[in-house]
């Protein structure tokens, strides 16, 4: 039996077109745009029964406007988690003694490129 993963996301460059600085996330409300195949790849994932986690480095004061905008775009998630370093993320954890499966897995793509082509 496959085990549940748990997915961690970017939000900007990765699901919504990368805007650049804050403010401009901030100044332009309507024209958030979503990466193409963003929506069925969420779907895909949550119907595996994967748990979604979006992480960003928007400032915590952002957290209502962000959910607005996730909320406006359908993307859904299990958890958010705001202001995290925009230097590099380091995923560490542990190698289960009683298989070979993978416990840690990293994907890095191109900014605005999406998360259509990524394989679980």
Request: net charge neutral; hydrophobic share 35%.
């Amino acid at each position: 039996m496959e085990m549940k993963k748990t997915i961690f996301l970017d939000i900007d460059g990765c699901l919504i077109k990368h805007k650049g600085n804050l403010s401009n996330i901030l100044l332009n409300n309507n024209d958030d745009e979503i990466i193409d195949g963003t929506i069925e790849k969420l779907n895909e994932w949550e119907s595996e029964g994967h748990k979604i986690i979006l992480v960003t480095g928007r400032k915590e004061s952002m957290r209502k406007k962000t959910i607005e905008q996730l909320d406006r775009l359908g993307i859904f998630y299990s958890e958010l988690i705001m202001d995290i370093n925009r230097g590099t993320r380091i995923l560490i954890n542990d190698k289960k003694p009683d298989n070979d499966m993978k416990v840690a897995i990293a994907y890095e793509i191109e900014r605005n490129s999406g998360i259509k082509n990524i394989k679980l």
